[in-house]
């Protein structure tokens, strides 16, 4: 018995491609459509062409665009699998249930040039929801930046990564990483800042860091334990009613 052969994702999909397409020119050029009103056989022929569409649109969000980009007549440089146009914005994205999930492609300021504001120098402003988490990429280009009507300084170019679990925020860019674990809160004063050696010992035995390092001295991670969160005991009032019952 001869063994079948077995087709790669690539072939598979350039074949389904293919059969939506022709399903797509056949429905196209029905005759129905070609009559004039509105009869139900060309609305049922213009509803088949429109989950048509649907379905190449699934399809080409599977296409990893392996043959490339080819130019067309208008200018455009599309997919000659899927027809996807080349740095398109996509309105869809498909993900795995389980496994790793790709979403977006590595963002970073290239320009040199400074911008006269925030809106116009951002590249990448992405937040999503993952399982609880919050994560958010920001991208942006040098620009200009005032405060309190100060004179116009200079804010440079940066990629921020964001995330937010259980009310810690760990914020990595290009030239920090800053972790808090408690959100500042609304007309207070904005904590302070100093390095280990600048405080003193009684301080320190306060903070439960535990600073990582190798073998030959160099920091390599920071440890912070949480502390445990303590219940509240009762109001007098509500001890005082459950006894009496």
């Given at each position: ?79 000659p ?23 977006g ?17 951002l590249?990448?402003?992405?937040t ?94 920071l ?23």
């Open positions: 018995m001869p063994r079948m052969k077995k087709t790669s994702v690539e072939e598979r999909l350039k074949r389904a491609m293919r059969e939506v397409i022709r399903s797509m020119d056949f429905a196209a050029e029905h005759p129905a459509l070609a009559k004039r009103g509105n009869s139900r056989e060309a609305k049922r022929i213009a509803t088949i062409y429109q989950q048509l569409a649907l379905a190449w649109d699934f399809l080409a969000l599977q296409c990893k665009h392996w043959d490339g980009f080819v130019k067309k007549r208008d200018g455009f440089r599309c997919c699998i899927c027809g996807t146009i080349e740095d398109a914005p996509e309105s869809w994205l498909l993900l795995r249930r389980n496994g790793r999930k790709t979403i492609r590595l963002t970073r300021p290239t320009s040199r040039e400074i911008f006269a504001n925030k809106r116009a120098a590249l990448l402003d992405d999503l929801n993952f399982h609880g988490a919050k994560f958010r990429v920001e991208v942006g280009h040098a620009r200009r930046s005032s405060l309190f009507r100060a004179p116009a300084i200079t804010v440079a170019a940066h990629r921020t990564v964001t995330c937010k679990e259980s009310g810690v925020e760990c914020s990595i860019d290009d030239h920090m990483i800053r972790l808090r674990i408690e959100p500042r809160r609304a007309r207070t004063a904005p904590p302070g800042g100093a390095f280990p050696w600048e405080l003193p010992r009684k301080a320190l035995k306060r903070f439960p860091v535990l600073l990582e390092y190798d073998e030959r001295g160099r920091f390599v991670g440890c912070i334990f949480r502390p445990v969160a303590t219940r509240r005991p009762p109001p007098a009032a509500a001890v005082k009613t459950q006894g009496s019952g």
